[in-house]
């Protein structure tokens, strides 16, 4: 059982920046991709980024965070990290962690990702 816990977020302006943290419990969290999702109010949860595990480290990002969003992973820290910049007023909802339930897989969908960060609130203000 992989337990994720979060923190980071807050309120920022528009152009600013901050970095989330999802720290895992799990002491091989460096073998699982590991999602970041984000839902605003009135929307579903939207899959915005990943990183596969450690050793490929490759990351995917949807187009409109591409560019202002890195994904990394500190494996010391049990840890991935999403440091959001050029912050906009839409990106503005609650962000989430995930990891899949097997070590080594890329989830397709997002019922595959079985482990859950609480959940963190960002706020842009204009």
């Known amino acids: 059982q992989v337990q994720l816990v979060q923190s980071g977020g807050g309120l920022v302006q528009a152009g600013g920046s901050l970095r989330l943290s999802c720290k895992a419990s799990?002491?091989?969290?460096?073998?699982?991709?590991v999602g970041w999702f984000r839902q605003a109010p009135g929307n579903e949860r939207e899959f915005i980024g990943r990183?596969?595990?450690?050793?490929?480290?490759?990351?995917y990002y949807i187009d409109s965070v591409k560019g202002r969003f890195t994904i990394t992973r500190n494996d010391a820290e049990n840890t991935v990290y999403l440091q959001m910049d050029t912050l906009k007023a839409e990106d503005a909802a609650v962000y989430y962690c995930?990891?899949?339930?097997?070590?080594?897989?890329?989830?397709?969908?997002?019922?595959?990702?079985?482990?859950w960060g609480q959940g963190t609130q960002v706020t842009v203000s204009s």
């Open positions: 995930a990891a899949p339930l097997r070590t080594f897989h890329i989830p397709r969908y997002t019922k595959e990702y079985v482990y």
């Open positions: 799990e002491r091989t969290f460096s073998t699982y991709s």
């Open positions: 990183i596969l595990w450690t050793g490929s480290s490759a990351t």
